[in-house]
T-cell receptor
């Protein structure tokens, strides 16, 4: 089955700096890669996603890059703010549709220090 | 759009009792609902996939008789933890399919 590795497990940055979280996946058939933000005691919230026919996607301060050959994808947050502090999860899925299972990474605790 | 309402948000129950968790898709029809379990500081682990009008598909190692899933309508899926024990204490989250990847807000179950 699919295996998703996520690094780092914890990341601390100063407000205004950039943060990068990286994930690798094992199944070359995976073609959908969402990123979730989870605040304490809440369900995960989709913040950005990318499909395998695209190499990069950006939404304001958040961007995701995908390297299919190397089977890794990354989340980039620029101009970080204290409210960006949360746990971030990457995931991978085959099929690309919402009916398909997601395999999650172990998560990254991001702390943005004011 | 694509809201999944999950209730209760937290519940404390005595060991040996059963607890029902509900997930409703408010503005879309979810023929499929995924149920996850999350222990503190850990990732989300898929427990089972429920399909409207048919039996749920359970992941390896998940006890079907302990975690009963019912998906009787296109807008409601329920997870019942039967004969709960302290080791069942966890954060349970549902995710609706058919429209995006929207998660419910989660249920914190504490078994005492």
């Amino acid at each position: 089955g699919e295996n998703v590795e996520q690094h780092p497990s914890t990341l601390s940055v100063q407000e205004g700096d950039s943060a990068v979280i990286k994930c690798t996946y094992s199944d070359s058939a995976s073609n959908y890669f969402p990123w979730y933000k989870q605040e304490l005691g809440k369900g995960p919230q989709l913040i950005i996603d990318i499909r395998s026919n695209v190499g990069e996607k950006k939404d304001q301060r958040i961007a995701v890059t995908l390297n299919k050959t190397a089977k890794h994808f990354s989340l980039h947050i620029t101009e970080t703010q204290p409210e960006d502090s949360a746990v971030y999860f990457c995931a991978a899925s085959k099929g690309g549709g919402s009916n398909y299972k997601l395999t999650f990474g172990k998560g990254t605790l991001l702390t943005v220090n004011p | 759009g694509a809201v999944v309402s999950q209730h209760p948000s937290w519940v404390i129950c005595k060991s040996g009792t059963s607890v029902k968790i509900e997930c409703r898709s408010l503005d879309f029809q979810a023929t499929t609902m995924f149920w996850y379990r999350q222990f503190p500081k850990q990732s989300l682990m898929l427990m089972a996939t429920s399909n409207e009008g048919s039996k749920a598909t359970y992941e390896q190692g998940v006890e079907k008789d302990k975690f009963l899933i019912n998906h009787a309508s296109l807008t409601l899926s329920t997870l019942t933890v039967t004969s709960a024990h302290p080791e069942d204490s966890s954060f349970y989250i549902c995710r609706g399919a058919n429209y995006g990847y929207t998660f419910g807000s989660g249920t914190r179950l504490t078994v005492v």
